[in-house]
């Protein structure tokens, strides 16, 4: 009998969080989880705290954990502006930030078609490089710690201006959080995968997943409707 009672027990604490409504929105400071219908919107401080990851899309729940199919982000994000060359033997790129001031010391990479790296560099102070074009040269990667890195397809006769977001937008990714209810307008939430691939059992490839985050010492956090 005693055995019974402790496996309800452990089952409806795991299925508690789910009789309450999950709709609406629930904050703490800038972290922002917002359930709207069968979709959630959600901007997260990542592990290490350099920056915000920041996505929407549809969710599922399964058991404690709430997985978010993203869709792609139209809220500000690092995009790249595509001008005319400003000279026939050199590749310009220009990275500023969202406000559009120079950033420099920022890493920009040319790469092969397959991704291979050819050289890379960092910005001068007033956040530009100069490239000479050849054969091989076909995107550029730029990424800066604390900001959303971006990669892109070198076209002939173009220079390049990139506006950096601080946020790190997350966009046809998979990604999975841990819910975990304290009281009815508290949640303890854990960002667990911005990039989670389903193996052929779900549940263990989440609690695989949550156990991974627990080994490095992932926190969770309070956040209040």
Do not use: C, W
Not at 33 to 49: A, C, I, P, S, T
Not at 168 to 184: A, M, P
Request: charged share 30%.
């Amino acid at each position: 009998m005693k055995k019974i009672y402790l496996i309800y027990l452990m089952l409806s604490t795991t299925l508690t969080i789910f009789a309450q409504n999950m709709e609406g929105s629930y904050r703490n400071g800038s972290d922002l989880l917002k359930f709207e219908g069968n979709r959630l919107l959600f901007d997260m401080e990542e592990v290490g705290g350099l920056s915000n990851q920041t996505g929407n899309g549809t969710y599922r729940q399964i058991n404690n954990y709430i997985i978010v199919d993203t869709d792609e982000y139209n809220g500000e994000k690092t995009a790249v502006e595509r001008l005319p060359q400003s000279k026939k033997d050199t590749i310009s790129v220009t990275v500023a930030d969202y406000h559009n001031n120079p950033l420099s010391g920022v890493l920009v990479e040319s790469l092969t078609e397959s991704g291979k790296l050819i050289m890379s560099a960092t910005t001068r102070n007033d956040g530009r490089l100069l490239f000479l074009p050849n054969g091989k040269m076909k995107k550029f990667r730029i990424f800066e710690m604390g900001f959303d890195d971006i990669e892109f397809d070198i076209q002939p006769n173009e220079d390049y201006h990139v506006k950096m977001s601080d946020q790190k937008s997350v966009e046809n990714k998979t990604v999975v959080f841990r819910l975990r209810e304290i009281d009815k307008e508290t949640i303890g939430v854990m960002l667990l995968s911005t990039d989670f691939k389903e193996g052929k059992d779900l549940q263990k490839s989440l609690d695989k997943l949550y156990q991974s985050a627990l080994k490095k010492n992932f926190l969770e956090k309070r956040m209040k409707k």
